[in-house]
DNA sequence: TTCTCTACTGTGAACGCTCACAGAAGCAGC
DNA sequence: GCTGCTTCTGTGAGCGTTCACAGTAGAGAA
């Protein structure tokens, strides 16, 4: 009698099939499910064999309709769909977070917000208790879809240090500013003196840390600022080149260059190389993120490792901690410098 | 009296407090709901107007507990996480899918099977029913996932035509001979007549039919066909600057490339590169899939392009049309050519 | 008038689960 | 014996929706 006694039956068996296969109540049942307290060790084996030998799994629906949580988050993306295609910095998160959140079995749903019509439909869905909570990638100021989740209650970890939404709102970044010193300092070690920054979007807080990390080193060093080395750019490939291509025309003695993002490196490499500069013997060049985009260039690219791992699996604990009842908290990671080979 | 009613409430309105406001019965908000036929005008006016006023939305779990449907539908990508982290593609065919789900208020879970055991929680929990579907990106073959969901009957679409599952699995493609027929006539047309081809994974029915065009114009136009030109390579950028550089070590007279992906092209671009060939002058490369990578490049890559939007819309919709009970289906797109600067 | 048909509406039951509560069993202390 | 405590177990109610069914009203036909 080793064969399971479904026969041919084509529904899924209930919490109350374990039930009666285990000799127990549905509360015994369910005790089990949740934790196990207050639950003989008899009976937890009797309930355990009985889930083995149904096939049983619960049914997430029933659980949410009582428990008012939908034991699920949403990864929300509110960022140009051009950002989305180009920076592999969204994968290397949606795929630590999907990790992270299996681990706790909880389910992830993408929510791209390109359109206003999106930004819409996509709040009222999440205010509307669809969601447990939001992991939320959205680096420029004054987003609503944020600002109106916060002021809803909606438990919130951004990406990132968000602008403009109070202290309430949990984040989990990296220390941009440390890092940026860190590539400053190496790029001084290797004797450059004429340093030029291609600069984040300076209305994120990235984007500003980054810059004062560049701005304090050199400051530190005695080495003479010049704001003809300064240049900005919003963290797009096509606006590192750019960015390069004004770095050389105004200051055209430039050594090395720190770039707020690897992205809008492989710009500056490909800017470079047009002009006729050799890296790293005329210009040295060093990113920031350590995006998979980083070894895709040649020569590759000498970098700050933003922890991708930590940053998804602490967005995750926030924001699991968050729903069950928690304070918002902020989370400030340690960069790391990769030297490759363009420094 | 313009105010809303519901004062300190916590709890959100039910299809119970729609019902009273509207004068009408529990029925009839539902039928109003999902169709509204068998519905009077003037109750749904009401209805409509009740909503709007007490701010309802839907209990989605409610919903799903009595309809045993569960609304949502999964993306699955069983590719390594490398190939997730590099291709573009897969953003371009997330975005494409989320927004064609989200005409149908349909929520989509992201279900990376990068290990074994991420492989078998995913399976169990899509046998469950927790997705009414999936949409399933997959490129090899003798997938054990894909099969444990045909077998369980899980509604399926999968992107590509996959291999060893039988008729019975949708999938949308585009037509990949058909495609690289395109691009090949193009290099002849350039009067190039040694053209090399870096093929795709060869255990899949993309990669087996790019090539399979590429001989078959050859054979067509008369031009001699020779092993040496043919490489293979597994769509990831590293293989093509490996093919690329197989290729000029084996047949130095090459004087165009008809490279299967255009991550691959970028690997072949750079291996020129390195060669001292100049593109498009020495040797012209030709893409496939015109993927955001395609215009990262320099110079920008002549492609085939893949109808992504067409592609991704079409898998939703085959997708939700079997979830209503159809039967499975095929989708051929065409691709069209596009030129840039590198052929 | 009465019957039938169509268009619409209301009601109870059910979906599968968790939660609160009541009760049982075992054991100690009086 | 009774009381109190702890640990465990069963039961009824209810979460918010849909569905099947019963019922009503009005129009048209006999």
Redesign the interface.
């Known amino acids: 009698m080793t064969m399971s006694n479904t026969g041919g039956r084509r529904k899924?068996p209930t919490i109350h099939d374990v039930a009666r296969e285990a000799g127990v109540s549905r509360g015994t049942v369910s005790r089990v499910l949740n934790g196990g307290h207050y639950v003989s060790p008899a009976a937890a084996d009797a309930v355990n064999a009985a889930i083995r030998k149904t096939g049983y799994?619960v049914?997430?629906?029933?659980r949410?309709?009582i428990t008012g949580r939908?034991d699920?988050v949403g990864?929300l993306l509110t960022e140009p769909?051009?950002r989305?295609?180009?920076d592999?910095n969204?994968?290397?998160l949606?795929?630590g977070c999907?990790?992270a959140l299996?681990a706790h079995d909880v389910?992830?749903?993408?929510?791209?917000a390109?359109t206003d019509d999106?930004r819409r439909?996509i709040t009222?869905?999440i205010t509307?208790?669809?969601v447990d909570g939001v992991l939320l990638v959205s680096s420029h100021s004054g987003d609503p879809v944020a600002e109106e989740l916060r002021a809803a209650g909606v438990p919130l970890v951004a990406c990132g240090k968000p602008i403009g939404l109070g202290s309430k709102v949990s984040y989990v970044a990296a220390d941009d500013r440390d890092g940026a010193r860190d590539m400053v300092r190496h790029l001084l070690a290797l004797g450059r003196r004429r340093i030029g920054v291609v600069t984040g979007p300076l209305d994120t807080p990235g984007g500003v840390e980054r810059l004062a990390g560049y701005r304090e080193v050199l400051a530190e060093a005695g080495v003479e600022a010049d704001e003809r080395l300064v240049v900005s750019g919003d963290y797009s490939?096509a606006s590192g080149e750019a960015g390069a291509e004004r770095l050389l025309a105004r200051a055209p003695d430039v050594d090395a260059v720190f770039v707020a993002s690897d992205l809008m490196a492989?710009g500056v490499l490909?800017a470079l190389h047009?002009a006729g500069r050799r890296v790293p013997q005329d210009v040295a060049v060093g990113g920031f993120d350590d995006s998979?985009a980083a070894v895709?260039t040649?020569p590759e690219l000498t970098t700050i490792r933003q922890p991708w791992d930590r940053i998804s699996a602490e967005m995750v604990r926030v924001l699991l901690a968050q729903i069950g009842g928690e304070d918002p908290a902020a989370v400030i990671l340690p960069t790391e410098l990769v030297k490759r080979d363009s420094t």
Do not use: C
């Not at 049914?59 to 029933?62: D, G, V």
């Not at 389910?107 to 791209?112: E, I, K, N, R, W």
């Open positions: 899924p799994v049914n997430r629906h029933a949410s309709l939908s699920s990864f769909q051009e989305f295609f180009e592999p969204f994968n290397v949606l795929r999907t990790q299996a389910p992830l749903l993408l929510m791209l390109g999106e439909r009222r869905y509307a208790g669809h490939r492989q490909a047009r998979p895709a040649s």
